[in-house]
């Protein structure tokens, strides 16, 4: 494994300040930003074992939350903010823009892993930022909260959902069609929405580890 720098960041977004994980191995090749689900963190265990596995590979990551502690708090009992796409793809654009400012990151290609509304803030944002975005993954994700913004994506999207989730499937393949640019839907059989089932979860880290090398290490590799 190689070596890495991990630290705590705090990177402003608009009124507010996002925390979140930084993990930058030594000559990262890429770098992937984790947006998280609805009632979830960057202390998702399920996300933080995918980034482990990506750091591996040699990319870096961050984990970050697109809400604050008291926004966390004051969401509970609704869940509105959570659920409201446009607040989290703007704080996931403002996050993008410090990666490519920060002089550690500005050089590395960028992949977001969306999980559950944070896959369709991810989309959202990606087709907002065209150039921005080389790459996503979305696990067990709600792409259709895009919406129309799903027409515009151009970033190679990998969409991945337990084949015991049966309505987010069809979500995912409702969104998938609207996709233009290159994608792939992979149904992992036996999995639920959350891939507790053994083994489930590496399958998907193996997916996300190979579409993020590609299109964040090789490709970029390939056009230098």
């Known amino acids: 494994m190689n070596?890495?720098?991990?630290?705590l960041v705090h990177i402003p977004a608009g009124p507010v300040e996002l925390e979140g994980n930084l993990s930058l191995p030594s000559n990262a090749s890429g770098i992937?930003?984790?947006?998280?689900?609805?009632?979830?963190s960057r202390h998702s265990p399920r996300n933080r074992f995918v980034a482990e596995q990506l750091q591996q590979a040699g990319l870096a990551t961050l984990l970050i939350d697109l809400l604050t502690a008291e926004e966390e708090i004051a969401d509970r009992p609704s869940g509105y903010l959570r659920f409201d796409i446009q607040l989290l793809a703007q704080r996931l654009g403002y996050v993008t823009d410090w990666l490519k400012q920060n002089q550690s990151t500005h050089a590395l290609k960028i992949g977001y892993f969306g999980a559950s509304t944070?896959?369709?803030?991810?989309?959202?944002?990606?087709?907002?930022?065209p150039q921005d975005v080389a790459a996503i993954v979305s696990r067990g994700g709600r792409p259709d909260l895009a919406g129309d913004a799903l027409l515009r994506v151009k970033a190679?999207?990998?969409l991945i959902v337990g084949g015991e989730d049966r309505q987010v499937i069809r979500l995912n393949e409702t969104a998938l069609?609207?996709?233009h640019g290159e994608k792939r839907l992979d149904i992992i059989p036996?999995?639920?929405h959350l891939f507790e089932e053994p083994g489930?979860?590496?399958?998907v880290a193996s997916l996300a580890r190979?579409?993020?090398?590609?299109?964040l290490v090789f490709t970029a590799t390939h056009l230098n």
Do not use: M
């Open 3 to 7: 070596p890495q720098e991990q630290k």
């Open 156 to 158: 190679p999207t990998l």
């Open 118 to 129: 944070g896959a369709g803030a991810a989309l959202l944002t990606a087709a907002d930022h």
């Open 177 to 179: 069609a609207q996709i």
């Open 32 to 40: 992937v930003l984790f947006a998280h689900g609805s009632g979830s």
């Open 190 to 192: 036996g999995a639920t």
């Open 200 to 203: 489930t979860l590496e399958q």
């Open 210 to 215: 190979l579409w993020f090398e590609h299109y």
